[in-house]
């Protein structure tokens, strides 16, 4: 379900992707001589607006994490552009001032985190490097951002191997708000966390976001938690996106085959609702050697030989699903076939899964 954020739709987006390329070279033989490219992510476009929560999903593979790196800067952009509020990667890079706008969550925050200091030791460290307050209030700015997550004052005497998984992604975020971002990355930051956890750190997330007016880009597999997340979702597959929209929308009534096979395996909490078509399952092709036509072809029930040769445009299929007009920005699929009565038929969705909470 998607926030509750009031957002001013003539904002300046948060993040502008458009045509966005991470490719990384194949280096093969004794000497490890490049002889290809892997397109990790090939051909992305999406906007996160102002004061929004955009989560990208798919499987391992799909590219949505290396997605999120080029936002940050961890990936090379081979080729698109990346606008963070209007201005260029490169020139937010150039000028140093990229860290102060984006920052990123990874999944292991015991990885991110200096085993070697105290949390408070890492929070005060990046409050005076960055100079967010004078260097006489670090410490209380740094006592303020562990309460704005939800955690005790005295958790900042301890090491990250004090802490539980989810305190410890807690502080992680703490950190990451140290430096006043107007942008944070997500990387599957509930993917390790128990059920109830993952309940409150995506709670703390929608907080933030309607609190402190930071934008976020949340990275999952998993369609039950970004139901509850999200304000729009993009659906990669194979570095390339198969659909988009709002979140509302594209759950009551998804448009591509692999959006649904993504929306069957999510569990039914209920006994008496019929068992969803598993739909069927493939490896995502291999980037660098991607096939010709749709990215999907291998495993889509509806696949035809104009799939298996010609990639599918981006359509916009927006449709009133609420009865009213949300403002939510366009609902668009890539497939040829999204618009065919039998293939609309197939994609029907189970009222009790797509429920709102």
Request: proline share 9%; net charge neutral.
């Given at each position: 379900m ?6 001013d ?32 992510v090939?051909?992305?476009?999406f906007t ?7 989560t ?8 949505k ?8 800067g961890l990936?090379?952009v081979?080729a698109?552009?990346?606008l ?6 490169a ?7 990229l ?14 985190l ?7 030791q ?6 005076q490097?960055h ?7 670090a ?10 997550v939800g ?8 090491h990250?191997?004090?802490l539980s998984?989810?305190q ?13 971002p ?15 956890v993952?309940?409150q ?5 929608k907080?933030?976001?309607?609190d ?7 990275i999952?597999?998993?369609?039950s ?6 304000d ?7 570095g ?15 448009r591509?085959?692999y959006?649904q096979?993504?929306?069957a ?22 980037p ?21 040769t ?5 359509t ?31 994609l ?7 429920a709102?909470?």
């Amino acid at each position: 379900m998607s926030t509750s954020t009031a957002r001013d739709d003539r904002a300046e987006p948060a993040v502008t992707v458009e045509d966005l390329q991470v490719h990384f070279p194949v280096r093969t033989g004794v000497l490890r001589r490049v002889t290809g490219r892997a397109r990790a992510v090939d051909g992305v476009s999406f906007t996160v607006p102002a004061r929004s929560i955009v989560t990208v999903v798919g499987e391992s593979g799909s590219g949505k994490t290396t997605t999120g790196r080029a936002l940050v800067g961890l990936s090379p952009v081979a080729a698109g552009r990346v606008l963070i509020e209007g201005r260029p990667l490169a020139d937010l890079r150039a000028d140093r001032s990229l860290p102060r706008l984006v920052q990123i969550v990874h999944q292991d925050p015991y990885a991110s985190l200096n085993p070697r200091m105290t949390i408070g030791q890492m929070i005060r460290e990046v409050v005076q490097v960055h100079r967010t307050v004078p260097r006489e209030r670090a410490a209380d700015r740094a006592a303020e951002l562990l309460a704005q997550v939800g955690l005790a004052p005295a958790l900042a005497d301890r090491h990250p191997h004090e802490l539980s998984g989810g305190q410890r992604q807690r502080a992680a975020i703490a950190r990451a708000l140290a430096v006043e971002p107007r942008f944070i990355v997500c990387d599957e930051i509930v993917s390790a966390l128990d059920v109830s956890v993952q309940g409150q750190i995506v709670n703390l997330l929608k907080d933030l976001c309607r609190d402190s007016g930071v934008s976020f880009l949340f990275i999952s597999h998993d369609m039950s938690v970004v139901r509850h997340i999200a304000d729009r979702v993009v659906v990669l597959y194979g570095g390339r996106v198969m659909e988009s929209g709002p979140c509302a929308e594209v759950f009551a009534a998804p448009r591509h085959p692999y959006t649904q096979a993504l929306l069957a395996a999510v569990p039914v909490p209920d006994p008496r609702a019929p068992l969803p078509a598993a739909g069927t399952r493939a490896e995502p092709p291999d980037p660098a050697s991607p096939p010709p036509g749709c990215r999907f072809q291998r495993a889509c029930p509806y696949a035809t030989d104009l799939c298996r040769t010609e990639p599918p445009p981006t359509t916009d299929v927006t449709t009133d699903v609420t009865g009213d007009d949300t403002g939510d920005g366009t609902h668009t699929v890539a497939c040829h076939h999204h618009d065919e009565p039998a293939v609309r038929a197939g994609l029907g969705t189970n009222d009790v899964r797509t429920a709102q909470p």
